[in-house]
């Protein structure tokens, strides 16, 4: 993308940017840290109205560092990915230690679960830095104007065309015109303001561009969640600190494999991971496994903190209970 086409883009985005709870003038270093985190793999819609619960409770990156880990997770429940939850706490300990967010990328890359994106976006949004922030939106709009099939190449050729001193402001255009017109399928080319400069509209086939990612066949496993019952509660228990969903909430239940126990479920849950589909299998049982735990009223279940895995199960399971010859 030339520096007209570029010109064209900025213009464009200081009349049409999106209106966002974390785009705040100026632009404040925590909120634009924590938005980049909930955004990765999360869409704006879903991650607004738990980004302004989020700042709401922890208005500062002290406040959120001195929380206790479990309301972080439990605020983080649904939105999946808690990897990004425990790097979030571990990334606020350590940026509160040291006083305050540092301002340039290279130091920003060394915290805690900053990656390349985030360390970049952060950069150059919040501290004015020209870092080049390249995410799946960039690389889709990048393949189509210069008309490149890999996404990874596009991303990289895009990397020449942020203008001097406004890296922020260009990343945020770019992100904006992927998400509002320069769509993954049906992009809306006539409102697109460097449409002249488009090598896939050209080609007449922006929806080829960037070329499909291979799909993989994902892998199946099968996992037990115990079903404790005592008057109104049901055991929960708190998942290791490390792995999958670590430190949630959870049912409790043995490792997940890749054979279906032989057990009587009245109710099994199918779930998708980015890698696996599980088949988490309720099965009740008369006392709580041996281990920490703790009793949670059933009516209470919503302020547990359960990750979508584990709430669907429950749900699941409560309906077996009231309807019992409709269970699995
Ligand atoms: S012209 Fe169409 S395909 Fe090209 S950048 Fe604009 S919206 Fe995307």
Same mark, same amino acid.
């Given at each position: 993308?030339? +520096?007209?086409? +570029?010109?064209?883009?900025?213009?464009?985005?200081?009349?049409?940017?999106?209106?966002?709870? *974390?785009?705040?003038?100026?632009?404040?270093?925590?909120?634009?840290?924590?938005?980049?985190?909930?955004?990765?793999?999360?869409?704006?819609?879903?991650?607004?109205?738990?980004?302004?619960?989020?700042?709401?409770?922890?208005? @500062?990156?002290? +406040?959120?560092?001195?929380?206790?880990?479990?309301?972080?997770?439990?605020?983080?429940?649904?939105?999946?990915?808690? %990897?990004?939850?425990?790097?979030?706490?571990?990334? %606020?300990?350590?940026?509160?230690?040291?006083?305050?967010?540092?301002?340039?990328?290279?130091?920003?890359?060394?915290?805690?679960?900053?990656?390349?994106? @985030?360390?970049?976006?952060?950069? +150059?949004?919040?501290?004015?830095?020209?870092?080049?922030?390249?995410?799946?939106?960039?690389?889709?709009?990048?393949?189509?104007?210069?008309?490149?099939?890999?996404?990874?190449?596009?991303?990289?050729?895009? $990397?020449?065309?942020?203008?001097?001193?406004?890296?922020?402001?260009?990343?945020?255009?770019?992100?904006?015109?992927?998400?509002?017109?320069?769509?993954?399928?049906?992009?809306?080319?006539?409102?697109?303001?460097?449409?002249?400069?488009?090598?896939?509209?050209?080609?007449?086939?922006?929806?080829?561009?960037?070329?499909?990612?291979?799909?993989?066949?994902?892998?199946?496993?099968?996992?037990?969640? *115990? *079903?404790?019952?005592?008057?109104?509660?049901?055991?929960?228990?708190? $998942?290791?600190?490390?792995?999958?969903?670590?430190?949630?909430?959870?049912?409790?239940?043995?490792?997940?494999?890749?054979?279906?126990?032989?057990?009587?479920?009245?109710?099994?849950?199918?779930?998708?991971?980015?890698?696996?589909?599980?088949?988490?299998?309720?099965?009740?049982?008369?006392?709580?496994?041996?281990?920490?735990?703790? *009793?949670?009223?059933?009516?209470?279940?919503?302020?547990?903190?359960?990750?979508?895995?584990?709430?669907?199960?429950?749900?699941?399971?409560?309906?077996?209970?009231?309807?019992?010859?409709?269970?699995?």
């Amino acid at each position: 993308m030339d +520096a007209t086409a +570029a010109n064209l883009l900025l213009d464009h985005h200081r009349d049409h940017a999106r209106d966002l709870p *974390w785009r705040m003038t100026p632009r404040d270093p925590y909120r634009t840290w924590l938005s980049e985190v909930m955004l990765q793999q999360t869409t704006v819609a879903t991650v607004t109205p738990r980004f302004l619960r989020f700042v709401e409770r922890w208005p @500062t990156v002290e +406040a959120l560092a001195a929380a206790p880990d479990e309301e972080v997770l439990g605020e983080w429940a649904g939105l999946g990915y808690y %990897a990004r939850a425990r790097n979030l706490i571990a990334c %606020a300990c350590a940026v509160a230690a040291r006083g305050g967010f540092p301002r340039t990328e290279g130091a920003l890359r060394k915290l805690p679960g900053l990656g390349a994106y @985030t360390a970049a976006a952060v950069a +150059a949004i919040a501290f004015g830095e020209d870092a080049v922030a390249i995410d799946t939106n960039v690389e889709r709009v990048a393949a189509r104007v210069f008309g490149i099939g890999d996404r990874k190449a596009a991303g990289e050729a895009a $990397r020449g065309s942020f203008p001097a001193g406004r890296h922020g402001e260009f990343a945020e255009a770019l992100m904006d015109l992927g998400a509002s017109i320069c769509r993954p399928k049906a992009p809306n080319c006539p409102a697109c303001p460097i449409a002249a400069q488009c090598k896939a509209r050209a080609l007449g086939s922006p929806e080829a561009f960037p070329a499909p990612k291979v799909k993989r066949v994902r892998p199946h496993r099968y996992g037990i969640a *115990w *079903w404790a019952r005592r008057g109104d509660e049901v055991w929960l228990v708190r $998942r290791p600190g490390s792995g999958l969903l670590g430190g949630m909430a959870a049912l409790p239940g043995p490792e997940w494999g890749e054979e279906r126990p032989a057990a009587n479920a009245i109710a099994i849950h199918r779930h998708g991971f980015t890698h696996f589909t599980l088949d988490l299998m309720v099965v009740p049982c008369a006392e709580p496994p041996p281990g920490e735990g703790w *009793w949670q009223p059933v009516g209470e279940l919503a302020s547990a903190g359960l990750p979508t895995l584990y709430r669907r199960a429950v749900e699941a399971a409560l309906e077996a209970e009231r309807e019992p010859r409709l269970a699995a």
